[in-house]
């Protein structure tokens, strides 16, 4: 952040860590003695549900309420033991 702010004007002479980037949010964590940056799509989904919504509202629609799921309620991805698609 300091090399950027060599070239770049900030609001002010603070440099404040980011909380949010490309509507996910950010944090700084600790992880193997170092610092990493970590982020969460649930504000990102959370806003695009309540845009949608609003959309649909504006043409007297909804989403709707109890829907089946695509996939059996028990699968578990991570034991398919099934052979992989060819290129074809």
Request: glycine content about 0%.
């Given at each position: 952040m300091k090399q950027i702010g060599n070239t770049m004007k900030f609001k002010g002479n603070k440099i404040i860590e980011p909380e949010f980037y490309l509507g996910a949010r950010l944090k700084k964590k600790q992880l193997?003695?170092?610092?990493?940056?970590?982020?969460?799509?649930?504000?990102?989904?959370?806003n695009a549900i309540a845009n949608i919504e609003e959309q649909l509202n504006s043409k007297g629609m909804r989403l709707p309420t109890r829907v089946n799921t695509p996939m059996a309620a028990h699968y578990h991805p991570e034991t398919d033991s099934s052979n992989e698609l060819t290129s074809d």
């Open positions: 193997d003695n170092r610092y990493v940056w970590t982020m969460t799509s649930h504000d990102y989904v959370k």
